[in-house]
């Protein structure tokens, strides 16, 4: 269970992530609302994980999974460019987190 709690922090991350763009981008109560919920939600989950997974790989796995998603919504998105080479960075960090699942 620990590690869907960590799977949902992340995801609650890159929401937070998007919502600090649109909150530049309209600056409206939906984003902020949105921002607060988000970073909330990921920190609970985040906290929630780490009662059974080490510190550190709970971080890192975290941080992977939100900055990677935040770079894939802002191609999605924000229309960022989508070189191929920002995409293989992205995929090595993503495997770091895959490794570092297979070694906890």
Not at 5 to 13: D, P, R, T, V
Not at 49 to 65: C, D, R, S, V
Request: glycine share 12%.
């Amino acid at each position: 269970m620990s590690w869907i709690y960590l799977i949902l922090a992340g995801i609650f991350e890159m929401i937070g992530v998007t919502m600090i763009n649109s909150l530049h981008k309209n600056r409206n109560w939906q984003s902020l609302l949105m921002l607060l919920g988000g970073f909330g939600l990921s920190f609970l989950f985040l906290a929630l994980a780490m009662e059974k997974l080490p510190m550190g790989t709970a971080y890192a796995i975290w941080t992977g999974i939100g900055a990677s998603g935040g770079a894939i919504l802002g191609m999605v998105l924000y229309g960022e460019p989508k070189d191929w080479k920002r995409l293989i960075f992205i995929a090595m960090v993503l495997s770091a987190a895959i490794g570092l699942k297979l070694v906890s």
